[in-house]
Each structure stands twice: as structure tokens, then as C-alpha cells.
């Protein structure tokens, strides 16, 4: 029997068209846009001040190009990348408050109060905020701060924080965006009402996360 070819140059029936093919991208980047398209928006206007009348507002220091976390290799407590918390393929992305610190003494201590202090104070958006901590020598009790679980670090090199802080020498807040990226920090001598006041003026922007 001679074998038959389909009229349409051997393409199998079940393969897409390329009509088909085209109006899946468009979908696909259509619910991206829907999605995160409010969160890049946010970002873009937080870092150059674009539509915003009082410009760049940041008590903070930005990090500048924002740094992926998953740079940093930080695994939690049950061995999971502390990266895959974050990304457009989490369900329920938030942001994050990690302080990082080598010895943890006074400095550090107070920020990790003062984390607690304005995750609390962001009131409705509290739960869209996060916390975790790097300390590498932790203060003898950390019962006061059940929801900020100590991460690991699982790099093989040496250690390179944002900012290029040593962090046995000057322990860091550090603020994580939904999609992962270092984009804020702050050193021990800032007060609570300088980083409530930039992370209320994020949550305002974006509403994701």
C-alpha cells in the first residue's frame, strides 16, 4: 500500500499551528502581566521614583542592581532552599525581612526586635510580610520570636552579602521582594519608623506579595 502523506507538508495533525502556537505565547505572557505585571511596575517606580511626586522615598539603602537571594545558597532548617519561597511559580509569594549577623550581640539583637516591631506595625499587610534570620553564633534564647526561623548556609565558598558588608562586623537587615531579589538594607542604627515607613510605601505599590 502507498503510504500516505498528510496535505499539510508531514506535519501530524495533533501538532499546533502556528496560529496556535502564537496565541498561546500571547496568553502566556497575558497572565503573566496580569499576575506580576503590578509587582515589576511597582519595583520600576520604587527604584526611580516614575509617577511617584515624592520620588525615591527609601530611608533604607537600595541594592543596587537588586541581588537574587538564591546567590546566597540559604537552605532552612529542613534542608529546603530558602529560594523556592519566592517566584512567580510560588502560589502565595511574600516578602521577606531575613537579619543576617555573624555573633549575635546587641546590634543584631535590636534587629531582630525591631524586625518583629514593624512586621507588626504594617497591621492589614503584616501577613504579606515575612521574617527569617542568618545568624551564624545565635543569642542564647530566641523563644520570643517563634516566626523567624533560623536558615543555613549551604555555599561552598566564601560568604557575599549585598552590599558588600561584612555581617560578623555589621549585622543587616535585608528586604526581599516576591520574586526574590535583595532590593533593601538596613544597618543596626536605623529606627523602626524609617523601615516601617519604606515597607508600607511597598506594600502601597505592589499588591503582590
Known sequence: MAEQHSTDGGRSSDAPTPAQVRRGRRTALLLFAVGFGPLVLATVMYYTGWLNPEGISS??????????VSSLALTEADGQPFADRFGPDVEAPTWMMVVAAGDCQQDCEQLIYLARQVNIALGKNQERMRRAAYLKT???????????????????????WPGGISIEQTPQLYVIDPFGNIMLRYGSEYKGKAILKDLKHLMKLSQIG
Open 59 to 68: 530611608n533604607g539603602i537600595l541594592v543596587e542592581p537588586p541581588v537574587p
Open 138 to 160: 545565635p543569642p542564647a534564647d530566641l523563644s520570643g520570636y517563634p516566626e523567624m526561623p533560623l536558615l543555613r548556609s549551604g555555599a561552598t565558598g566564601p560568604e557575599s
